[in-house]
Structure formats: structure tokens, C-alpha cells
């Protein structure tokens, strides 16, 4: 008899909701049960989840390790999938190896490479891995100088935070003055240079940004899974051109994002995107944990996170290869149930 398999996912965004789905999806038939935690209590992976607790707030990095620890001995947890405060848990991977729970998460060393952009882009560079112009800035003359260097290059400038994920913080440069145009339809990512240098200019302390140029569609995003060998077992492209997406295996996007997971340890679920600088492909960004949108594989016949979680366990699922690409798709959104408001979750520190 096979016996169940018991996944944590710390807190993370609502997308993850599929990924919980292709774990109970999994072919080979086996029962799967999911533990879920998170700080928002009407976060849909707290209702999808067979067990559900709210984090406790204020937790330091290391006390949250504590934490962690205890809900995996706790729970029996097999494979924790974490997210947040992902760095200082995969340092200790050792200590949850001890209470029988695998991390599904790269090396800490891999991990901290890549928390910081202008790092990462500087490490990428020396692997032979193509890269956009970059500047690291933090007072509003490194912006305008940043920015006119850009444009001398007939580029398009654009900046977002040295640290982040998922977007956050990313604006273009425009020269126009503010506005009727910047307040119709929908918020717009584009800022005046002039507004944006009035904030610096008053601001009191130091932004760290990174500037670069607008980069053009397709965006590429290579989801990998690569095991502690440093074997890749699948990289596949999904591709956003606007609204339409699809999937490719073209060696100008596959190749590079093997090389970067392969030479920088990037073990388990990774997703290394890529956009264009004129005809050539750069690297946009590269995240240390399972897409949002890893989910989307399953339209070509793959089921990613099961075989990441297999491979966490020290089984082999073999080299993933799509079965078929299929035709291009979109993607929109549907509810999700999360838990009533009658049923409060406690954060298993009450018990």
C-alpha cells in the first residue's frame, strides 16, 4: 500500500490554489493531503487546503523557523513548499530533514543570489547568459543620469525595485508632464520624470531601483524543475504575446534557462523569464520558487508539481517532455471558495 503524501505551503499568493489542485490530480492515483498557512485569513489556499492555520504576525526570520519546524513535526509534513521567508528556511534544511520533511526550494546560496537583482544580473552576466543594460540607482541625479544614457541609446526607461516579486513597484519613465491623459481609463504604469524626481527629491531616505530599458514582447517564462543532482528533468517556455499565450521549446529561450539553473544550483521548481532588447533575448528575471501560472503546463500535458514533489521525495519522475504543445489560450480568472466567516482559524500556537 502506497501511503499518503502530506505537502505544506506556507504563505503564498492565491494562485497557488492550482498548484494544490495537480498535487490531488497526480496520475499515479496517490492520496495527497494539503496543509496550508497564511497571514490573510480569507485567502483562498486556507479554504482549498484539508488543513488550514493562520501564521502568527511579527514572527523574526528566525523564529519563524521555529515555526516552521513545529508545524512540520506537527503535521507530518513530507515536502514543504515555502515562499515566505524562503532563504533562511532552506538554510536549514538539515534541521527539517530531522523531523522527516523534505524542502522543496533550492539552496539558500542559489536562493540569495538572485533576491537581488543588480546581483543576479551581474552573476548572470559572468555565466555568458545575455542580459539588458542596467543601472543601480537611490538619488534622483543616478536616475536622470540613469535614464538620459537610455534614451542617448534609443531605449525606453523603466524602472522597479532592486528587490521584489511579482511586479511590484514597476513603472515607465515618460518625458510628458503630468496630465488629463494620466488620469483616463485605467492607472497607468507610466510616471513623468518630473513628478518621479520630485518624490526622490523629498523623500527621506534613499530608494534602491534598478533602471533598465523597456523590454519588448514575447515574454518568456522557463519553468524548470532540476534536482538536487543539478540534472534539469524539464524546462519549458510559456509564452505572452499581450493576451495570447502559448508554449515553446525554442533553444534561444530553453537553453539559456538550463544553463542557469544548472550552473547556479537552482534545484526544485525555478522560473527564469525572459523578454526581447531589440531581436536578441534577455534575462528579465529569475524566481526561485513555482510560477503563479505553473499550473498552465497542464495544458500541454505536464503536471509539474507532482513531479516536483516526487523528486522531493527521492523518487525519479523522469525528464518531462511535453507530449504536445496544443493551440495558443488565454487566461482568465474564476472564484475560488474561502473558508466562512463562522469557522475562524486558530494559528496552532492557541492549542
Known amino acids: 500500500m502506497v501511503s499518503r503524501v502530506r505537502v505544506w505551503l506556507n504563505r503564498t499568493y492565491a494562485e497557488n490554489v492550482f498548484f494544490m489542485d495537480q498535487l490531488r490530480r ?6 495527497v493531503e494539503i496543509h496550508a498557512t ?6 483562498p489556499i486556507l479554504a482549498a487546503a484539508d488543513t488550514a492555520a493562520m501564521e502568527p504576525a511579527g514572527l523574526s526570520p528566525a523564529a519563524y523557523v521555529e515555526y516552521a519546524l513545529d508545524q512540520c513535526a506537527r503535521h507530518a509534513i513530507d515536502v514543504f513548499v515555502p515562499v515566505l521567508h524562503q532563504t533562511v528556511l532552506a538554510e536549514h534544511r538539515e534541521d527539517f530533514a530531522a523531523v522527516g520533511t523534505a524542502l522543496l526550494a533550492p539552496p539558500a546560496d542559489a536562493v540569495r543570489i538572485f533576491q537581488d537583482k ?17 543601472r543601480r540607482v537611490r538619488t534622483a541625479d543616478e536616475l536622470v543620469a540613469a535614464v538620459d544614457e537610455l534614451e542617448a541609446a534609443g531605449h525606453k526607461a523603466c524602472f522597479k525595485p532592486a528587490s521584489g516579486a511579482g511586479g511590484v513597484g514597476f513603472r515607465i519613465i515618460t518625458r510628458s508632464p503630468f496630465s488629463l491623459m494620466h488620469l ?8 513623468p520624470l518630473d513628478l518621479v524626481l520630485q518624490a526622490l527629491r523629498g523623500a527621506d531616505e534613499p530608494v534602491d531601483w534598478l533602471v533598465m530599458p523597456l ?6 517564462s522557463v519553468d524548470c524543475l ?6 534539469v528533468r524539464m524546462a519549458v517556455g510559456r509564452t505572452k504575446n499581450g493576451r495570447r499565450r502559448g508554449f515553446t521549446l525554442d533553444p534561444r529561450w530553453i537553453e539559456p534557462a538550463r544553463a542557469l539553473a544548472e550552473g547556479f544550483g537552482l534545484h526544485h521548481l525555478t522560473n527564469i523569464q525572459f523578454r526581447m532588447l531589440g531581436d536578441e533575448p534577455v534575462l528579465m528575471d529569475v524566481n526561485t520558487r ?19 514533489v516526487r523528486l522531493a521525495l527521492g523518487e525519479e519522475p523522469g525528464d518531462l517532455v511535453p507530449p504536445f504543445l496544443g493551440q495558443d489560450y488565454a487566461v482568465v480568472s474564476g472564484p475560488r471558495a474561502v473558508r466562512p466567516l463562522s469557522t475562524p482559524l486558530h494559528t496552532d500556537l492557541d492549542l
Do not use: K
Open 215 to 220: 523590454l519588448g514582447e514575447p515574454e518568456v
Open 38 to 43: 497564511h497571514g490573510d485569513p480569507d485567502s
Open 26 to 31: 497526480n496520475p499515479c492515483g496517490r492520496a
Open 226 to 231: 532540476t534536482g538536487p543532482d543539478g540534472r
Open 290 to 308: 513555482p510560477a503563479g501560472g505553473l499550473h498552465q503546463l497542464s495544458q500541454c500535458g505536464i503536471n509539474a508539481p507532482w513531479a516536483a
Open 118 to 134: 543588480v546581483d543576479a544580473y551581474e552573476a548572470v552576466r559572468e555565466l555568458g547568459v545575455p542580459v539588458p543594460p542596467y
Open 184 to 191: 483616463s481609463g485605467f492607472p497607468s504604469p507610466y510616471m
